[in-house]
């Protein structure tokens, strides 16, 4: 049975799952003008053989989509694996018991249950690549408007480099692949992110048998109990936003999916790709901390820098614990390509100037950007996760609530027509959502408390960082009136 959304979708209406299982792919309609590649760069990429990617931003047709395999589920689950499964969330866990002070118990509770909040909404914002074919920035369009959602892009940057600064040595090496497989599209990495976990997964067990010994599971330091529990809300939120940071981008690496992929199936192999990648390295990191906190003899010698962390763990092994490092210097190369292949096509939101300026050109400005944060961050990721990294949680967090908002309460009985993807006129105004948004933003002041600045709600709570939550109630809140106003008076 097709869902709501299918049913009222012209672009989808016609077709049974059968159908679209069984018609000649010359027989399917393609409501998409004019998709053929227009540009010098489309054109060369086009006719290499093997076949890079030449599309830029614009919804795939149907008969560029990818036939359902039985492994089909498995590239998926492997694929958010790989990606998840980055070295920069052991430093994250980290915080948890070295930076915050909290009990190896503690964190690991806030550790599970805040990655599985948040890579939630990165499997619910998966299932609209392969239903619409469209990246998450043109989806956005269809529930803020073709200008909010437009000048949104501006927070992706942060989105897709927070992941990429590394403090290891190699940072110019990553880059430089990171770049080779962006250019070349999603053809290549999806193939290199299938096995790209397999040397990674095979260090971090190896660090494990090193470091392992010398966590402390008892450590616990003395505050009161609003203090506590202020910290515990701070770490939820925290590795929460490590997941949360995925979701801007999760329908970009489904488009060449076929809309009769079941849309739970997508869900649950992100979510477990995905949570247990994450999970697995934000534990580690907290296991890591506790070694910290409970020895001065490793303070003094590995205190000086996250990326010290890393030295630490392998402490014991010489010069094969430099080889495991080196690994996981190249896995964030799985980590990094993806960020960098989407931000490439966040540029092309900006109009139709920016689509028609070649892709890798802002593949390779992407990759200047982040190499140059990389380089310029290396010795202050705990100042840079700390401050940054929520900022992410605040916005995307506000931005997933505006999108099930609009398709639970305004578009499940309408639909969406897909061809209308940059045509103004069909989509919403946006002017319940941009005010939704700005209302949001404020509850996540007045909740956030950063290093450089402490909201009041904050201070009244002891120092937990409420902007995550504060911003997604105000949102909420707001929201559903002011659609219901816009739509009342415009009629979209």
């Known amino acids: 049975m097709k869902s709501d959304l299918e049913k009222g979708s012209p672009s989808l209406q016609s077709e049974s799952q059968f159908e679209l299982e069984t018609t000649p792919t010359s027989e399917l309609k393609d409501p998409l003008p004019d998709t053929k590649p227009k540009s010098t760069w489309q054109r060369l990429i086009s006719g290499l053989k093997g076949g890079g990617e030449a599309r830029g931003i614009e919804p795939v047709p149907l008969e560029e989509r990818q036939p359902v395999t039985a492994s089909t589920s498995l590239h998926m689950l492997l694929m958010w694996f790989s990606m998840s499964l980055a070295t920069n969330n052991i430093i994250v866990g980290s915080m948890g018991t070295f930076v915050l002070g909290l009990s190896f118990k503690d964190a690991a509770f806030c550790a599970i249950f805040g990655n599985l909040l948040g890579v939630c909404t990165v499997g619910y914002v998966s299932t609209w690549g392969p239903i619409s074919g469209c990246r998450t920035l043109i989806v956005g369009r269809f529930h803020m408007g073709y200008y909010p959602s437009k000048r949104r892009w501006r927070s992706d940057p942060v989105q897709s480099f927070w992941g990429q600064l590394s403090v290891l040595v190699g940072i110019v090496i990553v880059a430089g692949l990171s770049w080779v497989m962006a250019m070349f599209g999603m053809k290549i990495f999806a193939v290199y992110e299938r096995f790209a976990w397999l040397p990674q997964l095979m260090v971090l067990c190896v660090m494990l048998g090193s470091a392992g010994p010398h966590f402390d599971f008892n450590i616990h330091t003395e505050m009161s109990q609003g203090v506590l529990n202020a910290k515990r809300i701070t770490f939820f939120s925290l590795c929460m936003s490590i997941g ?249």
Request: hydrophobic share 50%; glycine share 12%.
């Open 244 to 492: 949360l940071a995925w979701a801007p981008l999760a329908a970009d690496y489904y488009v060449y999916y076929p809309p009769h992929v079941k849309r739970w199936r997508t869900f649950a192999v992100t979510v477990l790709g995905c949570g247990q990648a994450m999970a697995i390295t934000i534990l580690i990191g907290i296991g890591l901390g506790t070694a910290l906190a409970s020895s001065a003899e490793y303070r003094a010698k590995y205190g000086n820098s996250p990326g010290d962390l890393l030295m630490m763990a392998y402490d014991s092994l010489g010069g094969f614990g430099k080889f495991c490092a080196v690994i996981n210097v190249f896995a964030l190369l799985a980590n990094n390509t993806p960020g960098a292949y989407s931000m490439s096509m966040n540029f092309q939101m900006l109009g139709d100037f920016f689509r028609k300026v070649p892709r890798p050109v802002f593949v390779t400005l992407s990759t200047a950007i982040y190499c140059g944060c990389a380089m310029g961050g290396r010795n202050q990721l705990y100042d840079v996760f700390k401050s940054f990294l929520p900022l992410i949680g605040y916005w995307v967090m506000m931005f997933f609530c505006i999108i099930l908002m609009e398709d639970i309460l305004f578009r499940r009985r309408s639909g969406y027509d897909w061809s209308s993807w940059n045509t103004p006129q069909q989509l919403p105004m946006g002017i319940a959502a941009g005010l939704a948004f700005a209302i949001g933003w404020a509850g996540a002041i007045v909740g956030m408390d950063q290093s450089y600045y402490g909201g009041p709600v904050a201070k009244l709570a002891h120092g937990a960082d409420l902007g995550t939550w504060l911003g997604a109630g105000f949102t909420l809140v707001s929201f559903p009136p002011l659609r219901a106003v816009e739509l009342w008076y415009i009629g979209r």
